[in-house]
């Protein structure tokens, strides 16, 4: 989802201020990437906007974190260097390994019914150069061009006041996007621009401290009610597509996870948990590998992908724990190993 499930923590840049560790992000994440997965079981009664609150978290959590942890830094080629080597070492590695496992099991099993089937040069090609659309794999694209846009943000904060012209480009080009946001294909950013700005501008925001007992009585009302209001579109909006195309959700989403990243007594409990925080870090290898489980866990069990039984759920702890596993003992490596090489080759340390 990366959402992230796209972005987690990495090792900062030199900075005027380091961003303070925010562990409710991680729950949050967490949330987002549990509700991707329990779309794809055949609950009775499920909201068909399920999966698509859980990217949408997705997409606003890339946008807070990298305005949070980049946007109030200093801005040179080098710094733009470390972003993008951070950035491609958290995403490629394991995104192509998945992409390769799913192009293995197409041409493997050419009869079954493989949700994340990838065959033939034109799709292999798009899904490697990040632009393919099968199962999950559609959120990457706008994902990656995102992480293309957002030197521009970076650059018009850092240079405002040498450049006049630098925020008012940002503005303008911004506001042509998302207001023709409806006409853009769905794998475009402009398409899903304003959930990643939304999140990029509530990461600029003031974190003040919430020392008084009125102070942390009303932040406690104020996150419920907005948990309230990420939660609602689950049961106003018919369908995916509608939901996407509401450009104000992507300034609810944003406030949202502002005020949920707030640290509080029943934030700490819900968001920042030891195992919240767990599946948070996992977000991406569960995100990519929790269809690969459900696939061959229902042939194993014998069960029908669109009709629910107990044994689905499981199946869905397990789609949620050997991910885990893999992001600690391949994800995290593959990205350590892809950033220190990159690093190395372009002399960045």
């Known amino acids: 989802m990366y959402a992230d499930p796209f972005i987690r923590t990495p090792p ?79 995403i490629a590695p394991i995104y192509w390994l998945v992409v390769s496992l799913c192009v293995a099991i197409s041409y493997l099993e050419p009869q079954t019914d493989f949700s994340m089937r990838i065959q033939g040069l034109e799709q292999i090609t798009r899904h490697y150069l990040f632009g393919g659309s099968s199962y999950v794999f559609w959120s990457i694209p706008p994902e990656i061009q995102y992480y293309l846009f957002f030197p521009l943000l970076w650059w018009s904060l850092a240079r405002h006041q ?51 007992p009125t102070d942390r009585t009303t932040l406690a009302v104020l996150q419920i009610g907005a948990l309230g209001l990420v939660l609602a579109p689950l049961w106003l909006y018919n369908s995916q597509a509608a939901m996407y195309d509401a450009t104000e959700l992507g300034l609810i989403f944003a406030l949202g996870v502002y005020l949920l990243s707030l640290n509080s007594a029943w934030t700490r409990q ?20 929790h269809a690969l ?23 869905t702890a397990f789609a949620i724990a050997l991910p885990m596993v893999a992001s600690k003992y391949i994800e995290i490596p593959l990205q350590r190993t892809t950033r220190q090489a990159l690093t190395r080759l372009l002399r960045l340390s």
Do not use: E
């Not at 961003?19 to 949330?31: K, S, T």
């Not at 819900?270 to 590998?289: E, N, V």
């Not at 696939?295 to 629910?308: E, I, N, S, T, Y």
């Open 12 to 90: 900062p840049l030199v900075q005027h201020n380091p961003p303070v560790i925010l562990p409710n992000l991680d729950g949050i994440r967490a949330v987002a990437c549990l509700l991707v997965v329990v779309s794809h079981v055949p609950w009775p009664g499920k909201p068909p906007t399920l999966g698509a609150v859980g990217v949408a978290l997705f997409f606003v959590l890339s946008g807070f974190l990298m305005s949070h942890l980049y946007a109030k830094s200093a801005w040179n080629l080098a710094a733009v260097c470390r972003y993008g080597v951070a950035r491609f070492s958290r």
């Open 162 to 212: 040498q450049h006049a012209f630098a925020l008012p480009l940002l503005a303008l080009l911004s506001a042509a996007l998302l207001l023709t946001h409806a006409h853009w294909p769905g794998l475009a950013l402009p398409h899903k621009l304003h959930f990643f700005l939304a999140g990029s501008l509530a990461g600029l925001l003031p974190r003040h401290r919430w020392n008084s």
């Open 270 to 289: 819900a968001f920042a948990s030891r195992w919240m925080r767990s599946i948070g870090h996992a977000s991406f290898s569960i995100y990519l590998m």
């Open 293 to 315: 489980v459900f696939h061959f866990g229902l042939r194993l069990l014998r069960l029908a992908p669109d009709a629910f039984h107990l044994a689905w759920l499981p199946l």
